[in-house]
């Protein structure tokens, strides 16, 4: 951390903590009587120090008060939020995160991974690492809403919609087979209705996840009328799919689900 603050950086946090501020563009020194060089060297060198975050090239986070005795970073929430929003974007907490909120998994992830409609790839907002997965706007929704301490609502995707996305994004967030072991104890103990995970299915699933979803509801027993839902959304295709996507394409087949159940169901 900078040891101590010269008069630009002092005068900067001044006008930061007086206004409340806790982002800052290039343009909001202007008010301080600072030509666009000063302002680039103050915010450089506050965030080479580590005592602010850089979202973007010309965007800041800062912290309420100066750290003491070592460099500040933002919370995973705002810092999230602050990189969408500068997009004008829409996202929703999923994958790894999700999964742990729920309980599904007791692994607490190092990243922050969420949909959003603005942004693909890796980012870091200090100390915070994001994994975004840009989808169409359409695919957004289905979400609970969370209320950090610091008073922002942070969206997460719901219960249902997170079992659903841990079947249809099973390559990227590694969780077949372990989902289906998630739905089946979800059903069991009604944590999850059968109804809200086909809706999710059908408006965020694709075919595979289709059929892999509703071949699971019928071994649960399902009924008749929920099954008939997914069932009029399969495709005529003659193709087969592994239940578990991992191991080799062998085992008994289900006919109505296109399923080919290499593992035990």
């Given at each position: 951390?900078?040891?101590k603050?010269g008069?630009?950086?002092t005068?900067?946090?001044?006008?930061?903590q007086?206004?409340?501020?806790?982002?800052?563009s290039s343009?909001?020194?202007?008010?301080?009587g600072l030509?666009?060089?000063?302002?680039?060297?103050?915010?450089?060198?506050?965030?080479r120090?580590?005592?602010i975050?850089?979202v973007r090239r010309?965007?800041?986070?800062?912290p309420p008060?100066?750290?003491?005795?070592?460099a500040?970073?933002p919370?995973?929430?705002?810092?999230?939020?602050?990189?969408?929003?500068?997009?004008?974007g829409?996202?929703?907490?999923?994958?790894?995160n999700?999964?742990s909120?729920?309980?599904?998994?007791?692994?607490?992830?190092?990243?922050v991974?969420a949909y959003n409609?603005?942004?693909?790839?890796?980012?870091r907002?200090?100390a915070?690492a994001l994994?975004?997965i840009?989808v169409?706007?359409g695919?957004?929704g289905d979400?609970d809403?969370?209320r950090t301490?610091?008073?922002?609502?942070?969206?997460?995707?719901?219960?249902?919609?997170t079992l659903?996305?841990?079947v249809?994004?099973?390559s990227?967030f590694?969780?077949?087979?372990?989902?289906f072991?998630?739905i089946r104890?979800?059903?069991r103990?009604r944590?999850?209705r059968?109804s809200?995970?086909v809706?999710?299915t059908?408006?965020?699933?694709?075919?595979?996840a289709i059929?892999?979803?509703?071949?699971?509801?019928?071994?649960?027993?399902?009924?008749?009328a929920?099954?008939?839902?997914?069932?009029?959304?399969l495709?005529?295709?003659?193709?087969l799919?592994p239940?578990?996507p991992?191991?080799?394409k062998?085992?008994?087949i289900d006919?109505?689900?296109?399923?080919?159940w290499?593992?035990?169901a």
């Amino acid at each position: 951390m900078k040891r101590k603050l010269g008069p630009l950086e002092t005068q900067f946090f001044a006008y930061t903590q007086m206004r409340g501020l806790s982002a800052v563009s290039s343009s909001d020194l202007t008010a301080l009587g600072l030509s666009a060089v000063q302002q680039r060297k103050v915010l450089s060198r506050l965030a080479r120090a580590g005592i602010i975050a850089r979202v973007r090239r010309g965007l800041y986070l800062v912290p309420p008060r100066l750290p003491l005795g070592g460099a500040w970073s933002p919370d995973e929430a705002l810092a999230l939020a602050t990189l969408v929003r500068d997009r004008r974007g829409r996202y929703q907490i999923c994958g790894p995160n999700a999964f742990s909120r729920y309980g599904f998994t007791d692994q607490i992830p190092t990243r922050v991974y969420a949909y959003n409609n603005r942004i693909s790839g890796e980012r870091r907002v200090g100390a915070v690492a994001l994994t975004l997965i840009k989808v169409a706007t359409g695919r957004l929704g289905d979400t609970d809403v969370v209320r950090t301490a610091a008073g922002l609502n942070v969206p997460y995707s719901s219960r249902a919609r997170t079992l659903v996305d841990a079947v249809y994004d099973w390559s990227r967030f590694n969780s077949l087979p372990q989902a289906f072991d998630w739905i089946r104890t979800d059903l069991r103990t009604r944590r999850t209705r059968a109804s809200d995970l086909v809706k999710a299915t059908l408006r965020y699933g694709d075919m595979g996840a289709i059929r892999r979803i509703g071949a699971l509801l019928e071994r649960e027993g399902a009924s008749k009328a929920l099954l008939k839902k997914m069932d009029r959304r399969l495709s005529q295709s003659q193709s087969l799919i592994p239940w578990n996507p991992v191991r080799p394409k062998r085992g008994p087949i289900d006919r109505r689900w296109g399923v080919v159940w290499n593992e035990r169901a």
